[in-house]
């Protein structure tokens, strides 16, 4: 019999994310608003949420309304460069664990480049100059720069896949959606 995934994503943060235990090519999840959140819920139970949450392992980050202006593109050019910094500092807090994205803005999947950049992992994070307050707890020196090997969790509320999909084309060159997906999995 396969072994499930959850388990395995579970085993791997719990054993720090050692990169010779498994190596998946999705390391990102993404729930669709279920509304009665019973799909959430099997996935935190399959991931042993709590258990990891207890251990440390989990950093939760809210996308709601108030990042429309972290998110938009700003007269300055600094393009979507708060939202950035934001992510990278909660995987930052993240590293070796779970990142969960409550996302109830859509307006996120104007950004499928961050998303997919979270869960590919083939380079360093770094943030972006100028530097927001998100960094001054870090023991770590600008340009605050660090490999993500956690896993990203999506949880997305108040709007449906398609609803993303169609956001991401209508702001975004197209494809960059398909490129983020091809790191991470629809949750079933």
């Known amino acids: 019999?396969?072994?499930?995934?959850?388990?395995?994503v579970y085993d791997h943060i719990m054993h720090d994310c050692a990169s010779d235990m498994y190596q998946w090519n999705r390391k990102g999840i993404i729930n669709v608003d279920d509304e009665s959140n019973q799909m959430l819920a099997s996935i935190k139970e399959r991931l042993r949420y709590d258990d990891l949450n207890k251990a440390g392992k989990v950093c939760e980050l809210t996308i709601d309304e108030s990042w429309t202006s972290?998110?938009?593109?700003?007269?300055?050019?600094?393009?979507?460069?708060?939202?950035?910094?934001?992510?990278v500092a909660?995987?930052?807090?993240?590293?070796?664990?779970?990142?969960?994205?409550?996302?109830?803005?859509?307006?996120?999947?104007?950004?499928?480049?961050?998303l997919k950049q979270l869960a590919k992992q083939e380079v360093a994070l770094q943030?972006?100059?100028p530097y927001d307050n998100d960094f001054e707890s870090f023991?770590?020196?600008?340009?605050?720069?660090?490999?993500?090997?956690?896993?990203?969790?999506?949880?997305?509320?108040?709007f449906k896949w398609k609803d993303a999909v169609d956001y991401a084309y209508k702001h975004l060159e197209y494809g960059q959606i398909q490129a983020m997906m091809s790191f991470y999995r629809l949750a079933r």
């Open 1 to 8: 019999m396969e072994r499930d995934f959850y388990q395995e």
């Open 127 to 129: 943030g972006w100059y």
């Open 139 to 158: 023991h770590i020196e600008p340009p605050y720069k660090f490999m993500f090997d956690g896993y990203v969790l999506i949880t997305i509320k108040g």
């Open 90 to 114: 909660a995987a930052y807090k993240a590293n070796h664990g779970l990142l969960v994205l409550n996302v109830s803005n859509i307006k996120l999947f104007s950004r499928c480049w961050h």
């Open 70 to 87: 972290f998110i938009k593109e700003s007269a300055n050019n600094d393009t979507g460069r708060k939202c950035w910094n934001k992510l």
